[in-house]
């Protein structure tokens, strides 16, 4: 660490500790709301309010006993998983095929694929609350998953995009001159380089899966409904704690997420400092 | 490049052939993507703004009448053929039980259009031929408007094909009879204010981001590993939780018998509740909440590239520390300033779920309006025409963040 040799004014050291205390109160600020909902999941209480009289497992056993609930983490899932692989596949296709060729219409097709990012996510919903009822997949799995595949596979493209930044593109072409078929090329040499982020794009397609509730309000029948979707439900009839006790399931999905993403990417830093 | 040889010349071929190659298999791999994009995100956002400039609903209920009203140029009496299509269209479309989907049309057009045109179906039914063959009578014996030349005109302005009368009134402007553009009357006027609030919240949710959000990122990089970790977390764990969880907690924390409020009273700053939640408070603060890390990260990224060396040399020139900060380290993280704020502000915009949650009735943005007029009121033309008014900021937005992200990536 170099550090100044220049001797701080007492202002510099009062500013230093504005700026410390303030970068305090901002972490607070953070992180305070999500801690503040997660024990309600444990009150023996009617709603959604401090204080907690008593602790108890009423409302996790509520959630995990309710039929609704339990329906709604199972579809929160299914869809999530479903989606991000149908996401995964296409995007680290795509990833590849834009990393490195010029073709005719790159950038507009860049501009597409990255679009699902950008655009109002009411505007998609109702789009494809329209353009899904003449075809029969409104209410149904197949609607809300192909909704979510798209709306993940922006992910996928970006992360797989910036592992291939780093990737020596002569390594294909050794292992073509080696007479490796393009496919086996890919599998042995590409992939293995590549996956720390395929697997982060996969993951980033299914939290924004398992996160999304706007196209689910449009699309889902009742027997589809996800859990963001019956929180949604939940915070606008009842504020009850079982809302506390699915935010805490959400959380713990959340931190599962978040842990996997930093450890890949650990690894695909280590590798780029090994190659 | 004179004395190019035969074989070298078939080495360049070759190359070319192979680069060709791989040109197409670059293309089939995107392709498939590209397709599913085309089908499932592309034709749906357009099969929705297109209904924003169609006009369907009067043409297909009532054909005759729009036969009559298309070959008319508008102006001076309504031609008499009008009369028996209109009553003949009316009374099919009410044995058909489509007659409140033009009903609804000209509830647009006309002041009272729906009621006119129900009673008229319901009196219509019962009238097999007009006394001396003249519909024109009977209408004006239902109600004085329909014989008035600008129900005519209206119901001419509603036959379609398409029409400006959507993506005028998301912007409070409508048609006069004599077809001048002019601005709604001030007590009607809606959509500018909804437009101006959509702006005015998500600026100052850009603000508050910016203002939280630089100190902190700053901080994030001037510290050591350890402490840049801890801080790291803190943005990373909120960003990963659930928009749901996050709306969930704010509601918690700022209800009338919330957190915050006990705190306040309990220290004594205040002896009764404040309102924070269901209010602008509210949708601002978790607003803010939610974008702060789409702020933090990208400016923390550019910190990261700035070198301190900078700062410590135009100390040594004799820059005060406020100098140094704004002549020198500020300038420099001006990208990331732009690249955050047009994040977080492009994101606000077409927010949904936390001003409909956390909000009361005056803080409704866009989305909220386009939700509304889908599910509620059956607007489909004025919902699509807001979403064309939303997705053009979000494009030019976006169009303008490009330019900055990549202008950076080759700088």
Known sequence: MSQSTMPLTPLE???GWALAGFAALTAIFL??????????GFSDGEFLVYPIRHFSMKWMEAFFASEKWAVAVKNSFFIGALSAAIATVLGTMAA???????FFGKKLITGLVLSPLVVPIVIYAVGLYFFFAPLGLTQTYTGIVLAHAALGSPFVVVTVGASLAGFDHNLMRAAASLGAPPMLAFRRVMLPL???GVVTGALFAFAASFDEVVTVLFLAAPDQRTIPREMFSGLRESLSPIIAAASIVMMATAIVLLIAVELLKRRAERMRNEA | MTDVTAAERDLVRAHARAERGRRWTAFFLVAPLFVFLIFTFLVPIGDMLRRSFMDGDVASVWPQTVAVTRA???SGEAPAALWPALAADIKASAASDTVAVAARRLNYAIDGGRTLVMKAARRLAKIETPPNGDWRAVFADLDETWVAPKTAAAIRRASGPVTDFYLLAALDLRKTDAGAIVTTPEKDRIYRTVLWRTFSVSGMVTLFALLIGYPYAYLMTRSSKRVAGVMTVFVLLPFWTSLLVRTAAWIVLLQE???LNDLLMRIGLIDHPLRLIFNRVGVVVAMTHVLLPFMVLPLAAVMKGIRPETVRAARSLGATPMTAFRRIYFPQ???GVAAGALLVFISAIGYYITPALVGGADDQMLSWFIAFFVNDTINWGLAAALGVVLLACTTVLSVVYAKIATGRRFA
């Open chain 2, 257 to 259: 018998h919330g957190i």
């Open chain 1, 31 to 40: 992180i305070a709301p999500i801690l503040a909902i997660l024990p309600l």
């Open chain 1, 96 to 102: 590849v095929g834009l990393a490195r060729h010029d």
């Open chain 1, 194 to 196: 590549v996956l720390p």
């Open chain 2, 333 to 335: 993280t001006l990208p």
């Open chain 2, 72 to 74: 008319w140029d508008g």
């Open chain 1, 13 to 15: 050291r009062l500013s």
